[in-house]
């Protein structure tokens, strides 16, 4: 659990309403998006939280509408439901810069959440993105041609996965929004620093992901760390030690 106070829920219209935690504190504002499936009190968002209460930054953590503590069904969400889950409580809590950090999925959604808020708001925006087995576009080339059939016919496909006792399930709502938000096969108009990493062990999200990620991007200030030995998940306490150095490096301009 984080330190401080319990989660909070922010009211919305028409929408579920979504927990999170936020503390004020020197920007820009680190904000810290989940994997599928996966909430705010994960090992790696909470210790960047600990970590930017201790440090006086502003940090925010949240769950996606049907994930976690937040109000929802996770059937009826999509990517772009989820990527205005974001963009609603970055509006709400996050003043001036935010610094995106994106965990598999999340990866993706920092993209789509960078690139709506630079097409809005400007490219200063955006401080910079830090991506953890970022996994844009795992729709494409996550799923066999048999899997993708099984969405397409039943509306959904149930996989067992080694990090929950609940199986993953991915909708056909889902599945279609992520095939129409691809992004590596474009260039990707960012141009604020971006820092990868990457478990050179990943079974999840191929390493080459990362290294397609960084040739799409328009930045020139992209860096990929390949960590020696390291799973998807990227949690080992070395692991952690360097993604808060890389989020505090990015945050301080060094």
């Known amino acids: 659990m984080t330190d401080g106070p319990a989660f909070q829920l922010l009211d919305r219209t028409g929408r579920p309403r979504l927990a999170y935690r936020h503390i004020a504190g020197t920007g820009p504002t680190i904000v810290f998006l989940p994997g599928y499936m996966s909430d705010m009190e994960g090992g790696k968002a909470t210790a960047l939280y600990a970590w930017a209460a201790a440090e006086g930054r502003a940090c925010l953590l949240l769950d996606y509408a049907g994930c976690g503590s937040s109000e929802g069904l996770f059937a ?9 889950d974001v963009l609603d409580l970055i509006d709400a809590k996050a003043e001036g810069p935010v610094l995106l ?27 910079g993105l830090v991506g953890i087995a970022a996994a844009p576009d795992f729709t ?3 799923f066999s041609d048999e899997e993708k059939a099984i969405i397409q016919a039943e509306g959904e ?13 991915t909708t056909r709502r889902f599945w279609q929004s992520g095939e129409a938000n691809r992004l590596l096969d474009a260039p ?3 141009a604020c620093p971006v820092r990868l990493l990457h478990g050179q062990a990943d079974g999840d999200v191929p390493p080459g992901i990362s290294h397609r990620l960084a040739a799409a991007l328009a930045s020139e200030d992209v860096q990929v760390t390949l960590v ?19 989020v505090a ?5 060094d």
Do not use: C, F
């Open 76 to 84: 009826e969400q999509d990517l772009i439901d989820w990527r205005g």
């Open 249 to 253: 490096r990015l945050a301080t301009n």
């Open 188 to 190: 990707i108009p960012l």
């Open 140 to 142: 494409d080339w996550g």
């Open 228 to 246: 020696k030995g390291g799973d998807h998940r990227l949690s080992r306490e070395g692991d952690i030690a360097l993604l808060i150095d890389t």
């Open 157 to 169: 496909l149930r996989e067992d996965t080694p990090y929950s006792d609940q199986p993953y399930v």
């Open 101 to 127: 950090v994106g965990s598999s999925m999340g990866g993706w959604l920092m993209l789509l959440v960078a690139l709506a808020l630079v097409r809005r708001d400007g490219p200063a925006r955006v401080a």
